[in-house]
Nanobody, 127 residues
Framework: QVQLVESGGGLVQTGDSLRLSCAASGRTSSTAVMGWFRQAPGKEREFVAALTWAENHVYFGDFVQGRFSVSSDKTKNTLYLQMNNLTPEDTAHYYC????????????????????WGQGTQVIVSS
């Protein structure tokens, strides 16, 4: 089993920055990818970013447009999401997810690619 704990959310103003953290614990030795998703009220959960754990390949959702970056500290099994120039449209509950290896290709942007999910952290951006 794997446990994921997100932190770093909060209330900020338009144009501000936030850094979210996701600490993984448990059986993390087989981690293939870690990612971030978000869900705004009344909307479906959408892909934000992902990082493949061995290759360090990075993927972003189309809406990011260079504002976010993702990084990791593998000594701490922690994934970070740096979010800059936030807007009210970024208001959502942000979830961390971890995916194990697959024998077949599955998009890093798909929720089904991930096996474990955290409880999330709330981000509210005021105008």
């Amino acid at each position: 089993q794997v446990q994921l704990v997100e932190s770093g959310g909060g209330l900020v103003q338009t144009g501000d920055s936030l850094r979210l953290s996701c600490a993984a614990s448990g059986r993390t030795s087989s981690t293939a990818v870690m990612g971030w998703f978000r869900q705004a009220p009344g909307k479906e959960r959408e892909f934000v970013a992902a990082l493949t754990w061995a290759e360090n390949h990075v993927y972003f959702g189309d809406f990011v447009q260079g504002r976010f970056s993702v990084s990791s500290d593998k000594t701490k099994n922690t994934l970070y999401l740096q979010m800059n120039n936030l807007t009210p449209e970024d208001t959502a509950h942000y979830y961390c997810a971890l995916g194990l290896p697959r024998r077949y290709y599955e998009s890093m942007r798909a929720q089904s690619r991930y096996d474990y999910w955290g409880q999330g952290t709330q981000v509210i951006v005021s105008s």
